[in-house]
């Protein structure tokens, strides 16, 4: 596949289902990669990690 472009066509946003059990162990991740992230409750049974990847310059 070709180097991606910054632009139309590409993607802004992904959601991964990953379970309840589980979210300590990639904030955990986040932390060790030096990756910004928030959380979110968005109900009593949803969490969400909300980051950002760095894009190739």
């Known amino acids: 596949m070709p180097k991606g472009k910054v632009g139309k066509g590409q993607i802004s946003g992904c959601g991964l ?12 991740r986040f932390e060790e990669h030096k990756i910004e992230y ?4 968005r109900d009593f049974l949803t969490i969400s990690l909300c980051f950002r990847t760095p894009i190739e310059r």
Not at 38 to 41: G, H, V
């Open 17 to 28: 289902v990953i379970p309840a059990k589980s979210v300590d162990y990639w904030e955990n």
């Open 38 to 41: 928030t959380t979110t409750e």
